[in-house]
């Protein structure tokens, strides 16, 4: 697979799927900045977090399609799909990773269960710059065509200036049109009524995963949250070190028994 | 399901499934603190991460066992597990949750893919102080008598203390004689050589996920790879906000587009 080499690499996956409309708007959209290989499931992962494939190997096949760019499909994870492109799939080393645009948010603590950001932040624990592109609205064919100037002006201005290392970038976009981009943390939030309870025709319980979200800051003007319910773009950076380091300090004093 | 009011309910879970030794070792420690309720994944789950069961519903039973406890098998992932025991299974709100001992590392950037430490984050959204405790040694036959007092210490510690809103602890248990308990920071580190290549008896390739730790600051002696390798016990007290608050404000001066 020969790649121009006077343009920047940018590996494109995403949670929803090698089919989903987000991840080749996102591609097509990623052709202004660079020569552009895509990554992507075989099958739709939402959820998937960061989660590997332990328990069986995984395998990948070229996709044909009319795009400007090659496609491949791999029967795993999203971030098994950043592990195989790097390993295998891709000859040289991307420039960028971008992962989207997911259909639905991961904003907030979201961002914990996203299979989209599981990509984005394994695209950062290999050295890459990494940006995770989502949007507030679950439609698969939504219109992502206002937003689109948005995810190239990001990526290039992350191209130009790179990423600190274990850093990588949380994007969401509003539902509504956009009135700028603001600069978040992530909201603190909780989920609750989690479970759809049903009896199946045998009387066997069974329960679909749902939920209501609840912010836990919802007044303060500086989280994703708010940003995106004000129809901002928001952008978290977000860290792979999880380490809450004022606790590691506060847990100086606490005793422990002597070998 | 009746439960003894004048002690902490325990809620116990894990990634290797209900029938891991290590989930049982840990529940039956607990006891020495609270009553405990097993809650675990019908099968093994390792490499999970915090994903979520979402395009099949899910459903429960409870396990017969000779156990002091009662055990419930859940048809989903470690971070179900919490999820549904706290929607539905266990009665009363749990004073504590802790996952495990889950049989291998969590350590160093392996907290971004474990199971053991999707849950015990499940635990921290939901608002209560959660443990992951790992050991670092695959074998399921392994040995945890030694470490079980720590484990016990930990977790008492934390019932007195409490810990602050939005972090959990990861705990992991050298392989060798415990020399101690030290308080550490996220190792950075990066896995090479990821994939073991083979062809199928017609030709196909597939790829089996491996790969080579390497730590990225090897000398320091405050992360939890160097504890480890010491044969310390290492806590690392992990947020569930990854926000990168430095480059929240090294991004103000980032320009954008006008809307």
Redesign the interface.
Known sequence: MAINSSRPTILVTNDDGIEAHGLHALATAMLELGDVVVVAPRE?H??????????V????REEKGDTPYRQYSVSGTP??CV??AL??IVPCRPALVVAGINHGSNAS?N???SGTM?AT?EGC???LPSIGFSLVNREPGADLTPYL??CV?IAR?VLE?G?????AL?VNLPRR?????K????A?A??HS??D??QDPWG??????TGIFESLDGEAEDTDDWALRHSYIS???????????P??K???D?K????
């Open positions: 739709g939402s959820g998937m977090s960061q989660a590997l494939t332990v328990r190997p995984v395998r990948y971030t098994d592990k195989l390993h295998t603590i961002v914990l269960y599981g932040l624990v290999a050295g100037p948005y002006d201005a200036r990423l600190p290392d274990g850093v949380n049109a956009v009135q700028g981009v600069i978040c943390r992530q603190p909780r989920w989690e479970y309870a049903r066997g319980d069974y329960y679909w995963l952008i978290v950076p977000t860290r792979v070190d999880m380490t809450d380091y606790m590691m506060a847990m100086e606490w422990w028994r002597k070998h």
